[in-house]
């Protein structure tokens, strides 16, 4: 493959035009400033800065960047971008204003990214989650069924019922990878525990995700997880009907004072920051971001966020347990044997797959209540 530059030279950046600040309204557009002699670094959201999940942690990212790299790009932003050709105008109108590496954030940017790379070959684009590359877009991702499985151990030394609750958005691998992590963590503490699992079919509703953690306490679940973009609304729900939650993406702790447990959280901003310094120094072909990279715990990328006010130190010592092993290799959450719902072993007993293998994922394991065909 023909090795591939950035060609960030002073002609072309000064040829470009940065704008001082983007437009507002439904798009949540934002911008923070511009000055020619600097590189434009471009972020889109699916959803909102303050949804306590997905997009907070990742405009959480993009603040580190600016706040490093600051002297050297400017970075632009915009909320609210859907999973659509809406998704590439907004990369083409970033690349208008300047800039030349792009963060598409959410799962469902991939596709439009993709076009939007192929039409602009100068460009870098550092795509969240992808399973697709191009010669001028690579993917990153975190184990953050790592975390998951961490807070599994959490939940199933939490509940009094045996039955957790999870709420899912969509049956992709990497929802399902933490689906099962969870409950997998869980049976390693508590055999007893199942974990029932609904999924909304969005990111981001919070009429499905109220109906869905309703209806999951309704049958019995006293602990729910989630993998939802925005956060807030099933820990609302938990909250109020006074059963344990568990976030995903950003600490929400503030959101349930009584029933927090704790969340499988990102740590995007070294690892943002180590990105652009790639792509600024011309060096992406060749780099451990010129493919599909995952990192987890032992990286730093994922994590767990702090406990709740109520949860003992019983629990804490044995999930901080876990996550040393995790870390030093001495524990992988899906070392077989693993079985799924059909009782069909789907990880071979002694066998640790690699990531690219669990993230072909399309089984829920043994002691998962629910259909991926949802």
Known sequence: MKKFQLRLTAALCAAVLVFASGCS??????????DAK?????????????????????????????????????VYRQENIPETSEATRALEQMIQQGATILFPTSYGHLDPALVAAEENPDCIFFHQGGLKTSENLGTYFG?????????????????????????????????????????????SVNPDVTTTVVFTGSW???????????????GGADVIAQHQDSTKTIIGVCESRGVKSI??????????????????????????VDMTKTALA??????????????????????????????????????????????????????????????????????????DDLETCDYLVEGCIGSVSE
């Open 25 to 34: 309204g439904s798009g949540g557009s934002s911008s923070d400033g511009g």
């Open 38 to 74: 600097k590189v434009g670094v471009g972020f889109i959201f699916i959803g909102t800065r303050d949804d306590y999940g997905y997009n907070q942690a990742a405009y959480e990212g993009s603040l580190a960047v600016e706040e490093e790299l600051g002297d050297q790009v400017t």
């Open 143 to 187: 184990t953050i069924w790592e975390s998951f499985y961490l807070c599994g151990i959490a939940a199933g030394m939490s509940t009094e019922s045996n039955q957790l609750g999870f709420v899912g958005s969509f049956p992709i691998p990497q929802v399902l990878l933490n689906i099962n992590a969870f409950q997998l963590g869980a049976q």
């Open 204 to 218: 981001s509703d919070p009429a499905a995700g109220t109906n869905a953690a309703n209806s999951l306490i309704d």
């Open 247 to 272: 976030g995903i993406h950003a600490d929400a702790s503030e959101l349930a004072p009584e029933g927090w447990i704790t969340g499988a959280v990102w740590n995007w901003g070294d690892l943002f």
């Open 282 to 355: 011309g060096e992406f072909k060749g780099s451990k971001y010129d493919g599909k990279y995952r990192g987890g715990l032992k990286e730093g990328v994922v994590d767990i966020a702090p406990f709740g006010a109520n949860v003992s130190q019983e629990i804490q010592d044995a999930v901080n347990e876990a996550k040393a092993a995790i870390i030093s290799g001495d524990l992988f959450p899906f070392e077989g044997e693993v079985r799924d719902q059909d009782g069909s072993v789907v990880i071979e007993e002694g066998v640790r797959p690699s990531v």
